[in-house]
């Protein structure tokens, strides 16, 4: 896995540095300063960076923040959030991590697209599944279009 930071533009590291600064100064004015609290909140809004980013590290972040902020839902017993953190987010960011690790390919779309179309030569109960991961593919073309043209309209 590559350095996370190294390519930030200008406007990313702005953006993470003045998001880490309003975290930190926030939590320095409060009357009870929890250090867990901090570190949750610093992990919570880099993992977001990177989330955007579509960089790996977000999943590896959201485990470490899935955990901490279970912790602190648990001593302010809101049982839904930790709930929620614990057993669906870390979960499934565990999940992500574990995927994104062994098939980093952006061609993999296309490859799990072709694997399905020819198990339903031999099978047609599994053209469900070619027709989902083709919906999946198509999402994340317009996704990246719509990413790239808003980053276009930013730079403008």
Same mark, same amino acid.
Request: glycine share 6%.
């Given at each position: 896995? #590559?350095?996370?930071? &190294?390519?930030?533009? &200008?406007?990313? @590291?702005?953006? @993470? /540095?003045?998001?880490?600064?309003?975290? /930190?100064?926030?939590?320095?004015?409060?009357?009870?300063?929890?250090?867990?609290?901090?570190?949750?909140?610093?992990? +919570?809004?880099?993992?977001?960076?990177?989330?955007?980013? +579509? #960089?790996? @590290?977000?999943?590896?972040?959201?485990?470490?923040?899935?955990?901490?902020?279970?912790?602190?839902?648990?001593?302010?017993?809101?049982? +839904?959030?930790? /709930?929620?953190?614990?057993?669906?987010?870390?979960?499934?960011? !565990? $999940?992500?991590?574990?995927? $994104?690790?062994?098939?980093?390919? @952006?061609?993999?779309?296309?490859?799990?697209?072709?694997?399905?179309?020819?198990?339903?030569?031999? #099978?047609?109960?599994?053209?469900?599944?070619?027709?989902?991961?083709?919906?999946?593919?198509?999402?994340?073309?317009? +996704?990246?279009?719509? $990413?790239?043209?808003?980053? !276009?309209?930013?730079?403008?």
């Amino acid at each position: 896995m #590559n350095n996370p930071i &190294k390519n930030f533009t &200008k406007k990313e @590291w702005i953006l @993470w /540095i003045a998001s880490l600064l309003i975290v /930190i100064v926030s939590n320095l004015f409060s009357t009870d300063f929890d250090l867990l609290t901090l570190m949750a909140a610093l992990i +919570g809004v880099t993992s977001l960076i990177f989330a955007a980013k +579509g #960089n790996v @590290w977000a999943q590896i972040l959201m485990i470490m923040f899935s955990i901490l902020y279970g912790i602190i839902s648990y001593r302010f017993r809101y049982w +839904g959030e930790m /709930i929620t953190y614990l057993g669906m987010a870390l979960p499934m960011a !565990i $999940w992500s991590t574990l995927t $994104w690790i062994r098939h980093p390919s @952006w061609g993999n779309g296309i490859v799990l697209i072709v694997l399905w179309t020819l198990a339903s030569l031999e #099978n047609p109960a599994y053209i469900p599944v070619v027709v989902n991961f083709t919906i999946f593919f198509f999402n994340d073309m317009y +996704g990246f279009i719509s $990413w790239k043209h808003r980053e !276009i309209l930013l730079d403008l």
